[in-house]
């Protein structure tokens, strides 16, 4: 009988051997070429450095419209402007 439970034990490790998942059966992998790889970090910052410029240039219009905004409430209150018979827009017309 321990010969039977040998085997088992044997044949249950083969198994389970066999069945383990390899991830680098599933996954084909590439390698690129040390040009290849130059290539790709150009382009990686060249798009960080477009996004830090695009990034610059929305907060210099957050900062330009809130000054704008401080100074026409301080207008308003000051009575520099007269808002006395301003009226919101219809929301359902469009803004020219």
């Known amino acids: 009988m321990n010969s039977w439970v040998g085997r ?55 900062d330009l419209l809130q000054e704008r905004r401080t100074a026409l409430i301080s207008a308003a209150v000051t009575g520099k402007i007269d808002v006395r018979n301003w009226k919101a827009p219809d929301a359902r017309q469009e803004v020219a």
């Open 8 to 62: 088992r034990q044997s044949l249950l490790s083969h198994t389970a051997r066999a069945a383990q998942f390899n991830i680098s059966d599933a996954v084909e992998f590439s390698f690129t070429t040390a040009r290849g790889t130059a290539l790709i970090a150009s382009y990686i910052r060249e798009r960080i450095a477009r996004f830090d410029r695009l990034t610059s240039s929305a907060e210099s219009a957050v």
